[in-house]
């Protein structure tokens, strides 16, 4: 039998396992709360591993590795950033969201909540944040198409769009039956393949290559300051990269795991899972870079098209192909965990924060899950007529849409969960800002190669948005008595809070 069958029969076991969560899910959906949140009943373990893998993306596989293998560890100032980001998220943000978000009208996505959070009778906030999902997560969905054409092309030499529409049909199908029950399950056995491979394939490709020395030397041949953080490096260029961190407080999708945790004391058992898997996955995609440099400079007759791939071709070349094939399923993992945690996070922006706002009539539960599954497979439509020209690098993607949710929610979120004074118009002026100058910075080339989008959008929303709630801020006694609760709840006792 030839290397591509077994390949394939481990990708096509994979996909099936996939197909039948999403049905087991299925039958334990029962209403919006369910098919958003999953009841706010997940244990610690699998909302850890689900915000990991949904977090991480085709980029932890593809895009980190094919910088890392271009540029060296100079390129691994984003995942420094990432991982103190995602340690101070799981820290400050996950348990005080749990319990906030219980608090403020049982809200179950996070426009919901801004507006129950903030008593917004206008409405604005919530179709702003709505529309801001939209407009990002567009992007970010296309970004994972791409990765799943891009992995296809790269491991069977498929068409581009083949493997992006059999991508895109596998996670539509298991995300518009199965909802957040089914895209978080499904996420913690993606997460459990991507640590396993991204710890086997740089160890045994290490072996390969003839160890640590000779791998050490190969690297130094191809560029001598391929192990250098700093040449080459300046000051704008570090904090652009360690900025990434900053997106995680405004991540619908990563955050939105939060609030079905089964309660806020299982923040702290999430963090320590969540961080630890981040940790060994980062420093699997780094080494992985590093013993790709080494293995083709060894073997120049063997070529690297494309440095993205470097995951994939490695995992080929030292494993036999049932285990390359299983190798390849992690691959696949990062790219449909994270499109189907933003297809949901989508769906629940347009059928709870618009079409209920816009259409105030009552309306079912049945007929709003069968409207959630109709909104995940319009977002799918729209993101694939996008990533069908493969416009930009998988990274670039995803930079832009991080840095568009992390501008425009992250200091929003923060101050929701800290600050007394916010008001509603304060957090629409912030929203706006800093989505506005993402989109501005991101489309000038001279602003964007002098720094990443997310710190001036980051900044700038923050300023924006205390400034006008400093000067629109008028006391509430139902805000003040919900943030009293929340407070109460979080910490078991009467607390005292700098106003």
Same mark, same amino acid.
């Given at each position: 039998?030839? &290397?591509?069958?077994?390949?394939?029969?481990?990708?096509?076991?994979? @996909?099936?396992?996939?197909?039948?969560?999403?049905?087991?899910?299925?039958?334990?959906?029962?209403?919006?709360? &369910?098919?958003?949140?999953? /009841?706010?009943?997940?244990?610690?373990?699998?909302?850890?591993?689900?915000?990991?893998?949904?977090?991480?993306?085709?980029?932890?596989?593809?895009?980190?590795?094919?910088?890392?293998?271009?540029?060296?560890?100079?390129?691994?100032?984003?995942?420094?950033?990432?991982?103190? /980001?995602?340690?101070?998220?799981?820290?400050?943000?996950?348990?005080?969201?749990?319990?906030?978000?219980?608090?403020?009208?049982?809200?179950?996505?996070?426009?919901?909540?801004?507006? %129950?959070?903030?008593?917004?009778?206008?409405?604005?906030?919530?179709?702003?944040?709505?529309?801001?999902?939209?407009?990002?997560?567009?992007?970010?969905?296309?970004?994972?198409?791409?990765?799943?054409?891009?992995?296809?092309?790269?491991?069977?030499?498929?068409?581009?769009?083949?493997?992006? *529409?059999?991508?895109?049909?596998?996670?539509?199908?298991?995300?518009?039956?199965?909802?957040?029950?089914?895209?978080?399950?499904?996420? +913690?056995?993606?997460?459990?393949?991507?640590?396993?491979?991204?710890?086997?394939?740089?160890?045994?490709?290490?072996?390969?290559?003839?160890?640590?020395?000779?791998? =050490?030397?190969?690297?130094?041949?191809?560029?001598?300051?391929?192990?250098?953080?700093? %040449?080459?490096?300046?000051?704008?260029?570090?904090?652009?990269?360690?900025?990434? /961190?900053?997106?995680?407080? /405004?991540?619908?999708?990563?955050?939105?795991?939060?609030? +079905?945790?089964?309660?806020?004391?299982?923040?702290?058992?999430?963090?320590?899972?969540?961080?630890?898997?981040?940790? *060994?996955?980062?420093?699997?995609?780094?080494?992985? +870079?590093?013993?790709?440099?080494?293995?083709?400079?060894?073997?120049?007759?063997?070529?690297?098209?494309?440095?993205?791939?470097?995951?994939?071709?490695?995992?080929?070349?030292?494993?036999?192909?049932?285990?390359?094939?299983?190798?390849?399923?992690?691959?696949?993992?990062?790219?449909? %965990?994270?499109?189907?945690?933003?297809?949901? =996070?989508?769906?629940?922006?347009?059928?709870?924060?618009?079409?209920?706002?816009?259409?105030?009539?009552?309306?079912?539960?049945?007929?709003?899950?069968?409207?959630?599954?109709?909104?995940?497979?319009?977002?799918?439509?729209?993101?694939?007529?996008?990533?069908?020209?493969? %416009?930009?690098?998988?990274?670039?993607?995803?930079?832009?849409?991080?840095?568009?949710?992390?501008?425009?929610?992250?200091?929003?979120?923060?101050?929701?969960?800290?600050?007394?004074?916010?008001?509603?118009?304060?957090?629409?002026?912030?929203?706006?800002?800093?989505?506005?100058?993402?989109? *501005?910075?991101?489309?000038?080339?001279?602003?964007?190669? @002098?720094?990443?989008?997310?710190?001036?959008?980051?900044?700038?929303?923050?300023?924006?948005?205390?400034?006008?709630?400093?000067?629109?801020?008028?006391?509430?006694?139902?805000?003040?008595?919900?943030?009293?609760?929340?407070?109460?709840?979080? &910490?078991?006792?009467?607390?005292?809070?700098?106003?």
């Amino acid at each position: 039998m030839s &290397d591509q069958f077994y390949e394939v029969l481990a990708l096509l076991a994979y @996909l099936a396992a996939m197909i039948v969560i999403g049905l087991w899910a299925f039958r334990r959906t029962n209403n919006l709360g &369910d098919y958003m949140l999953a /009841g706010r009943r997940l244990s610690p373990g699998v909302t850890a591993l689900s915000a990991g893998a949904s977090d991480m993306s085709g980029w932890l596989l593809l895009g980190l590795p094919g910088a890392i293998y271009v540029s060296g560890l100079i390129e691994g100032w984003i995942a420094v950033g990432l991982t103190i /980001g995602a340690w101070l998220n799981w820290k400050f943000v996950a348990p005080r969201l749990r319990t906030y978000t219980q608090v403020s009208s049982e809200s179950i996505t996070l426009p919901s909540f801004l507006e %129950s959070r903030l008593k917004d009778r206008s409405r604005l906030l919530r179709v702003a944040s709505g529309l801001i999902i939209l407009l990002f997560f567009t992007f970010y969905v296309s970004s994972g198409m791409v990765a799943g054409g891009v992995f296809f092309e790269s491991s069977f030499g498929a068409g581009y769009h083949t493997g992006m *529409i059999v991508v895109t049909g596998v996670v539509v199908a298991y995300t518009l039956f199965g909802g957040f029950l089914a895209v978080c399950y499904t996420d +913690a056995v993606q997460g459990t393949i991507m640590l396993l491979a991204l710890v086997l394939v740089p160890v045994v490709g290490l072996f390969t290559v003839g160890g640590f020395g000779p791998a =050490v030397d190969s690297v130094r041949e191809v560029d001598p300051t391929m192990f250098s953080m700093v %040449s080459g490096a300046t000051v704008l260029g570090v904090l652009s990269a360690m900025a990434w /961190g900053l997106g995680y407080f /405004g991540q619908p999708h990563i955050i939105v795991r939060f609030m +079905a945790l089964r309660s806020p004391a299982q923040a702290r058992e999430a963090r320590r899972i969540g961080i630890g898997w981040m940790l *060994i996955s980062l420093l699997g995609a780094v080494a992985t +870079a590093l013993v790709g440099i080494a293995y083709f400079q060894q073997n120049p007759d063997v070529t690297l098209t494309d440095p993205e791939a470097v995951f994939i071709a490695l995992g080929q070349i030292v494993f036999h192909p049932l285990i390359a094939g299983v190798i390849l399923a992690a691959v696949l993992a990062a790219i449909m %965990s994270t499109i189907s945690s933003q297809l949901l =996070v989508t769906s629940s922006a347009l059928v709870e924060d618009l079409w209920k706002v816009v259409f105030r009539g009552e309306i079912s539960e049945k007929r709003l899950v069968a409207l959630g599954r109709v909104a995940v497979l319009v977002v799918s439509l729209l993101a694939a007529s996008m990533a069908w020209g493969r %416009s930009g690098t998988v990274l670039d993607l995803v930079a832009y849409a991080w840095a568009g949710f992390g501008a425009s929610f992250g200091p929003v979120i923060l101050l929701s969960l800290y600050w007394r004074r916010l008001t509603a118009t304060g957090a629409l002026a912030g929203m706006l800002t800093g989505a506005a100058t993402v989109v *501005i910075w991101g489309n000038v080339d001279a602003l964007g190669s @002098l720094m990443y989008e997310i710190v001036p959008g980051f900044l700038l929303s923050l300023v924006v948005t205390v400034a006008v709630s400093t000067f629109t801020y008028r006391p509430d006694p139902e805000i003040e008595a919900e943030f009293d609760e929340a407070i109460r709840l979080l &910490d078991g006792h009467a607390h005292v809070t700098t106003r």
